[in-house]
């Protein structure tokens, strides 16, 4: 895809790596966008990051309903029908083992990052034109990520709505699909995760990544424009961007690459 000019398309979570870097990626082409974040300081940084009039800032967290129909009810005095909706937002606020999650841990993850996916959908469909798109960010989750159970089982919850929802929405031709990154490089401060921990899940993501480095957030943002506004006969898929790590090593076949002949990111 080379343009998006004309089309209009709400963006959450848009102050993280990933959702700046869609944000970003909408505006080079040509769109109008809807951005939210729960944090107004990063809301702050995001629009003067984008430095664009075609980006519309709201603070919204999806763990509130309120803030989910007051998004709605911007989103349809701004721009009326969209054009598509990209559910990127998440919590990941511990990386801890089973034993160690608490039940306000647990809530928190599953308010906002399932609860808040499926609801922020609800509301803004009415305004997604016949034939436009909801994507989701989800996780890659062939496999399984050790302490990470609260955070990948929220995630893998969304891909159950994906699919429901890509089924209830055919009538109008609106197609649902999911984007599922691996290990992202992170560029923006304060991405959840303390420095230390981000470090360490970067080291481990080159490691254990088949293409032996880290993804980036426009890698990601590309995949998620793709299924957009492209893939006009894909719904109810979802599209691993993680380096090999769902596909080659769920299937055994994958052969890492070593640093030599690998591009590493950090």
Wanted: hydrophobic share 40%; aromatic share 6%.
């Amino acid at each position: 895809m080379t343009t998006a000019a004309g089309k209009k398309a709400v963006v959450t979570g848009g102050t993280g790596t990933i959702g700046l870097a869609i944000a970003r990626l909408l505006l080079a082409r040509g769109a109008e966008v809807v951005l939210t974040g729960r944090n107004q300081a990063r809301l702050d940084a995001a629009r003067d990051a984008l430095a664009s009039p075609a980006v519309h800032v709201v603070r919204s967290d999806a763990a509130n309903m309120n803030d989910i129909d007051a998004l709605a009810a911007f989103v349809h005095r701004t721009f009326g029908q969209i054009d598509a909706v990209l559910v990127n937002h998440g919590v990941f606020e511990s990386w801890k083992p089973m034993e160690q999650v608490t039940e306000v841990s647990y809530d928190r993850h599953f308010d906002a990052n399932t609860k808040g996916a499926y609801f922020t959908v609800q509301r803004l469909v009415p305004l997604v034109r016949d034939g436009g798109a909801v994507v989701f960010t989800t996780v890659t989750h062939s496999l399984g990520y050790s302490n990470s159970s609260v955070y990948s089982g929220s995630k893998e919850a969304v891909w159950g709505f994906a699919k429901a929802f890509a089924a209830e929405l055919l009538p109008r031709r609106i197609r649902v699909n999911c984007v599922a990154p691996g290990y992202i490089k992170s560029t923006v401060k304060g991405d959840q995760l303390s420095d230390e921990l981000q470090a360490r899940l970067e080291r481990e993501g080159v490691e254990t990544t088949p293409l032996g480095r880290l993804g980036t957030a426009e890698e990601v943002a590309v995949s998620a424009l793709f299924l957009a506004f492209d893939a006009t006969y894909t719904t109810g898929a979802e599209l691993l961007v993680d380096g090999g790590v769902g596909g080659c090593l769920a299937a055994g076949t994958a052969q890492k690459t070593t640093s030599e002949d690998s591009d590493h990111v950090g």
